[in-house]
């Protein structure tokens, strides 16, 4: 079956720790993002990739850094500088940055910083 | 910049049809407008698209005005299961066509 997976579904952090979270898809998509995404609210972007070896910062890069070393993989790093990252993290794909925008999500990874 | 707006929730019973809309200013003029629902710590699921007039699907239709600065999603007939936050996306006109999300409108259907 083709989709997008995220691993851990669950992640626990302690403060000064850097978390990395996995986001693989076999859709041979050319385009991958991260979001975040707090209780009651809607989805803000962190990060997205184009194509290999290129990723571009969104809304609220700060704190996060990104790879993207193979088409597939498109893995998020969250790093210590984050000051509040206890948060819900999607990874998302598209064919193309097109006039078409039907993302493709993972089931997410739920970050909680003890 | 673009911006988008929903209402916040929504209430229905089952059965009903239901109508949310999402106000949009400045999007781009060739890209398409998407819905996605949400249910509860699971990624969003593409609804619908579409680029000017009517689209339906199995599940639901897609309304946009000549002047595309809104878009209306019908869900017909809903049903306890359509319990879920639904979200419209679009695109700036300017800004690198960067995507814009609605913050979602969460339905509760009533029994």
């Known amino acids: 079956d083709g989709g997008i997976t995220q691993s851990p579904k669950y992640l626990f952090r302690k403060e000064g720790q850097n978390v990395t979270l996995s986001c693989e898809q076999n859709l041979n998509h050319d385009a991958m993002y991260w979001y975040r995404q707090d209780p009651g609210q809607g989805l803000r972007l962190i990060y997205y990739?184009?194509?290999?070896?290129?990723?571009q910062k969104g809304d609220i890069a700060e704190g996060y850094s990104v790879s993207r070393e193979k088409k597939e993989s498109f893995p998020l790093t969250v790093t210590s500088a984050q000051k509040n990252p206890t948060a819900f993290y999607l990874c998302?794909?598209?064919?193309?940055?097109?006039?078409?925008?039907?993302?493709?999500f993972g089931p997410g990874t739920r970050l909680t910083v003890l | 910049l673009a911006k988008t707006t929903q209402p916040i929730s929504m209430d229905s019973y089952e059965g009903q049809e239901v109508n949310i809309t999402c106000s949009h200013n400045?999007?781009?003029?060739?890209?398409?407008i998407t819905w996605y629902q949400q249910f509860p710590s699971q990624g969003p699921r593409f609804i619908i698209q579409g680029y000017k007039t009517k689209v339906t699907n199995e599940v639901a239709s897609l309304f946009i005005p000549a002047d595309r600065k809104s878009s209306t999603l019908s869900l017909p007939r809903v049903s306890l299961s359509d319990t879920a936050v639904y979200y419209c996306l679009v695109r700036d006109a300017g800004n690198n066509r960067k995507l814009i999300w609605g913050l979602g409108t969460s339905l509760a259907v009533n029994p």
């Open positions: 998302a794909s598209t064919d193309r940055e097109g006039r078409r925008n039907e993302q493709f």
């Open positions: 990739s184009q194509i290999v070896n290129d990723f």
């Open positions: 400045n999007i781009a003029t060739n890209d398409y």
